[in-house]
């Protein structure tokens, strides 16, 4: 089959990879109908250093399930699935917790030995525990954002849900990429009444606004925390929340936040140490969220998606073909696309 | 009146001062019958410049009304109160939440034109919503078990909440000071099962044990994360409780909390930037707490100090005339003190 390799900064290839099949009893294959392209691929794809052997990339993907270990129950071939973008047991302490992302028997997509989602098909471990059943067939124009259960959409859930976003809550979600969307939606389904959204970039905002957001604020740094008091009679919001992953985001982050707050973040840090000094403390500021346990709320948010309460799959603004993957990448790097929809 | 004052590291003296008086009508005098040292104290005592005008300093008393402002009611000449760790006006917006440390209209003590509290009489500003009536007399045996409620008290039990101790909880406590220990007194009163508290001084560990802690590891570092992390079958604890606020504590925290926990941290941090980084992200810890909302708790607190459910005074292990309180500092430096009362 056909699958996607990173090979260094800006080097991204799709090959020929052995077929997968099936390891263990709990594997499942899934043909993959649709996948995508991640916020968080672009950061190995802006800093990888060179390497001999590719490795596979894509965590993000829906499919169809062609094939199931004998210990798989509950999944048989045909069934539509989603899978969260860490595959987990979904029965150890962890899992029973809500955080799959820490499952005593869980890992990434692309390790050593495990497909990427960006491919023509994948072996899915702990199949049964990992793979959430869709009532929609093949072809369903749901897809696009069924596809966002396994990432974007419970990410901004999770950093909603993590800075305890409640009804009738104030919430500052910075960053306009596609989970700072989805954060929107998240908050505003939730029950948020005001969300002012960070961002610079109009056609996201605009989407942005369509999703919940009530405030716009283009400025950064600085400028855009005042901005952001500013509009709040000086005090900022409870709730903040960081969904870009970058040390500037995070101090704009607490400098928003309202005393006694949370600052919840959800993209990946690229830093080592943050600014938790006397300031954050004296005001009481907490720093939350973390890598967003999907699979724990895919349930939850399904239904949103079925009936059309809830369209994150309109964060897509740009199908492509695997043997384009490529593009896609480029296209996300350059800011031209703002998240990239993949048909095998 | 004589009262505290520090000019620089090491150098605390006790000195005549003005004697203080009514400002605002929101005022009141009251005259001090105990106050302490706090490990907090410690920290300018190690480290301040040299000042050619000391400062006024310590900020825990408990005393008796002598006057109070023409808007000041409930308080009366003769009543003996408790004044939380900084003086705020119980009616705005942060204080009616609980965080009376970010009050619109409150402060410090010790700050300019705001006595210390440790001196024979002090001023309290917005006396009404800063003092809590005790209902004992001048004489009371549990004047030192009253005192606590100003800080050490309410900072444990500020950590405990924070970061959602509750029935069954498993805690680590890092910190055999007097926060420390009343950390682990209030985990245990708030139903915390497993306690693990982490000091070397076995007289302050001994008394430890006897306010809840059910392990004590005397390790630190590394070697203390390997031992906390043994005795809890490799997972650390879901809820940590930092009481030292040095940046090795913080990241002994991290070390010892389970995944998906939260490190309360309320010791004054002696750190700008701290540890946050993908670790922390990918296991989904919290960080929590702050500078503790005394007020916000004293009446929470008040019964099972008043009934001798809890003895949180045993953290004193000396008492001092005003006249020795430099000796009193160095003996709480030396750590031949775990924390000392002063009865002026």
Redesign the interface.
């Known amino acids: 089959m056909r699958a996607t390799l990173i090979y260094g900064a800006g080097d991204v290839r799709v090959e020929h990879v052995p077929d997968p099949a099936l390891h263990e009893p709990t594997d499942a294959l899934v043909r993959v109908l649709r996948s995508c392209i991640c916020g968080s691929d672009l950061w190995p794809y802006g800093s990888m250093e060179p390497a001999e052997d590719g490795r596979r990339i894509g965590h993000e993907f829906l499919g169809v399930v062609e094939e199931t270990g004998s210990e798989v129950s509950g999944l048989a071939p045909g069934d539509v699935v989603v899978a969260p973008f860490v595959w987990a047991d979904n029965t150890c302490d ?1 899992c029973r ?1 809500g ?1 799959h ?2 499952c005593r028997h869980g890992g990434g997509w692309g390790a050593r030995g495990v497909d990427g989602g960006q491919g023509e098909a994948v072996r899915v471990p702990q199949a049964q525990g990992t793979l959430v059943k869709l009532p929609v067939g093949e072809d369903s124009a749901l897809l696009p954002s069924l596809l966002t259960l396994s990432d974007v959409f419970p990410t901004g859930h999770h950093a909603a849900v ?1 800075a305890g976003t409640g009804l009738g809550a104030s919430v500052t979600v910075i960053g306009d990429g596609a989970v700072g969307l989805c954060a929107v939606l998240a908050a505003r389904r939730l029950g948020a009444e005001r969300i002012l959204l960070m961002g610079r970039h109009t056609e996201r905002t605009g989407l942005g606004r369509d999703f919940g957001a009530t405030d716009v604020i283009a400025e950064r740094g600085e400028e855009g925390v005042s901005r952001a008091r500013e509009v709040t009679s000086g005090d900022g919001t409870p709730v903040v929340l960081e969904c870009v992953g970058t040390k500037q985001a995070l101090e704009t982050a607490f400098g928003v936040v309202r ?2 707050g ?1 600052v919840s ?1 959800v993209g ?2 690229q ?8 300031s ?12 967003a ?1 999907a699979r724990a709320y895919i349930e939850e948010l399904l239904p949103d998606v079925l009936d059309g309460t809830v369209e994150p799959g309109r964060v897509f603004d740009r199908t492509i073909g695997l043997d384009e993957v490529p593009d896609g990448y480029r296209a996300m790097a350059d800011r031209t696309a703002l998240k990239v929809l993949v048909r095998p």
């Open positions: 962890f917790e955080l992302t820490s993590s005393d006694g949370a973040r990946v840090p830093y080592l140490d943050g600014p938790i000094g006397p954050m403390f004296l005001r009481n500021v907490s720093l939350t969220g973390g890598v346990p």
